[in-house]
């Protein structure tokens, strides 16, 4: 008799994260690629107002991805 192994949880291929733009105060939704690891560091333009952010993201064990933009 065999046994059943629990399910592991997969991770969605992409997840969406929001951040606050410091310039313009709006809302930015990201999408998140979790195939590029558990932490990221990159320079995006704010969609809105234009001004380069450096975001963080972070992917925690639960699969939630949370992310924090600074001035560039």
Do not use: F
Not at 25 to 38: K, N, T
Not at 46 to 70: N, S
Request: aromatic share 2%.
């Amino acid at each position: 008799m065999s046994k059943k192994r629990p399910r592991r949880r997969r991770p969605a291929a992409d997840l969406d994260a929001t951040y606050i733009c410091d310039s313009c105060g709006e809302e930015i939704v990201v999408p998140v690629d979790v195939s590029a690891g558990s932490h990221q560091d990159y320079v995006e333009d704010c969609p809105v107002c234009c001004h380069p952010m450096t975001l963080h993201v972070d992917i925690g064990a639960d699969g939630e991805a949370r992310i924090h933009g600074e001035h560039e």
